[in-house]
């Protein structure tokens, strides 16, 4: 079993509409959770942490299940320049090293 | 403005030729990492460093080296490159403190024949 798991999509979404991906990880011992952004050929940048109460970045909203190991990311009102491929990242407590899911390719439609 | 850069961002070589892709940063960051990017598989580590004279392996450094002799470079080394190391590869820095946010150069494609 993969250590991070997310639906490779694609999710194909119109203009304004509200969109959730999830992402599950295996590790129970996993401390930090994250969402990164990689725009096609791009290199990643980091979009959002994620907290144990949620977290929200103005159409971003992120939040995390540690019962169900899963973290999930909803944009809301979805632009064009969301278009991209939303990375999962996980890491254990004090561990600098970050496990990346394979990402899940969003494409908004006009 | 602060970076990483990679070069080559591009490089067709063929089998056993050594090749060096180099890394750089300007951000005066502790912590440095290579990772390898392929369909299906994801952004997997193969080497990191905390700091100087510092490097560990990732999860993938078979057929790799590294160094770091300065707090800016850390060096990709592919003593003898083979077709399975065809890959896009980033080289990503951070602060030690915050290692979760990691600055990532913009890649470089790899093609060995």
């Known amino acids: 079993r993969k250590e991070v798991e997310q639906d490779p999509g694609p999710f194909n979404v119109p203009e304004g509409a509200t969109v959730a991906f999830n992402c599950t990880y295996s590790n129970s011992a996993s401390q930090s959770f994250f969402w990164y952004r990689q725009d096609c050929r791009k290199e990643p940048k980091l979009l959002m942490s994620?907290?144990?109460s949620g977290n929200e970045d103005g159409r971003f909203t992120a939040q995390l299940n540690r019962a169900s190991q899963y973290i999930s990311l909803l944009i809301r009102d979805s632009k064009l320049s969301d278009s991209a491929t939303y990375l999962c990242v996980v890491s254990l407590f004090g561990n600098e090293k970050l496990t990346f899911g394979t990402g899940t390719r969003l494409t908004i439609i006009p | 403005e602060a970076q990483v850069t990679q070069n080559p961002r591009y490089l067709i070589t063929v089998t056993g030729k050594k090749l060096t892709v180099t890394c750089s940063q300007n951000?005066?960051?502790?912590?440095m990492s290579w990772y390898r990017q392929d369909p299906g598989l994801g952004l997997r580590q193969i080497y990191y460093?905390?700091?100087?004279?510092?490097?560990d392996k990732g999860d993938v450094p078979e057929g790799y080296k590294v160094s770091r002799k300065e707090k800016r470079n850390f060096p990709l080394i592919l003593e003898s490159p083979s077709p399975n190391q065809t890959s896009l590869y980033f080289c990503?820095?951070?602060?030690?403190?915050?290692?979760?946010?990691?600055?990532f150069g913009p890649g470089t494609r790899l093609t060995v024949t």
């Open positions: 994620v907290y144990s």
């Open positions: 951000m005066n960051h502790e912590y």
């Open positions: 990503a820095s951070s602060r030690r403190q915050s290692s979760y946010e990691q600055y």
């Open positions: 460093s905390m700091n100087v004279e510092v490097t």
